[in-house]
């Protein structure tokens, strides 16, 4: 009989890892395909705020809270010119970006109610009550999309200012903002023959 040499034993111990490798997949596809089924499981989100809930709760005072960030106050003892300074002021004013930011994706959500059942417009004949404001949406959601959309950009543009700390920056961003915010408010909060003045006199108070 020959000697088993150093090179027979890589041979043999070759062809043993070869069987191995090729019954692994048969045994852990099983596995495998039990697992795809909840990878692939649709989410379901439950919207329980109305999008009336998620602007008095969310876009309303993040972005009032960014307009208020940058100003320039004149009284009786001076001007103050506000602008965040610190670390913590920074931090603050980028909490409410991206509050506002994110509202925007939660405004869109399928299934988001525009307010709950028996509200009411709090200004009738200045401002669309619930019912009709959900009317206009559903007759064109694509718009809505858009100007949502359009506010997120909007508010991506304060967090980059943010970002690197320049309050002039950030002030241009308000402005856009202010914008974006106003563009979606005079197709969705107000009747056709509401007067502009009193449209523009309302915006950021209902942004």
Not at 181 to 194: G, R, S
Request: some cysteine; glycine content about 6%.
């Amino acid at each position: 009989m020959r000697p088993i040499t150093f090179w027979g034993l890589c041979v043999a111990g070759g062809a043993v890892l070869l069987a191995v490798a090729c019954s692994a997949p048969q045994q852990a596809a099983p596995a495998a395909a039990a697992a795809k089924p909840a990878e692939t499981a649709a989410v379901e989100f439950r919207t329980t705020a109305t999008i009336k809930d998620i602007m008095d709760s969310v876009v309303d005072p993040s972005s009032d809270y960014l307009w208020d960030s940058v100003a320039t106050i004149v009284t009786k003892k001076g001007t103050e010119e506000r602008r965040p300074r610190t670390d913590e002021d920074w931090k603050q004013v980028r909490r409410r970006a991206i509050a506002m930011i994110e509202a925007t994706n939660l405004l869109i959500m399928d299934g988001r109610l525009v307010a709950k059942a028996g509200e009411k417009s709090e200004n009738p004949g200045i401002e669309l009550g619930p019912d009709e404001i959900k009317a206009v949406i559903d007759s064109d959601r694509a718009s809505f999309i858009k100007f949502a959309h359009g506010l997120h950009d909007a508010g991506m543009k304060a967090l980059a200012a943010i970002d690197k700390k320049d309050a002039d920056a950030l002030s241009d961003a308000g402005e856009t903002i202010d914008e974006a915010c106003e563009q979606c408010h005079l197709k969705y909060w107000y009747p056709l023959n509401t007067p502009d003045v009193l449209k523009k006199g309302s915006v950021r108070k209902t942004s």
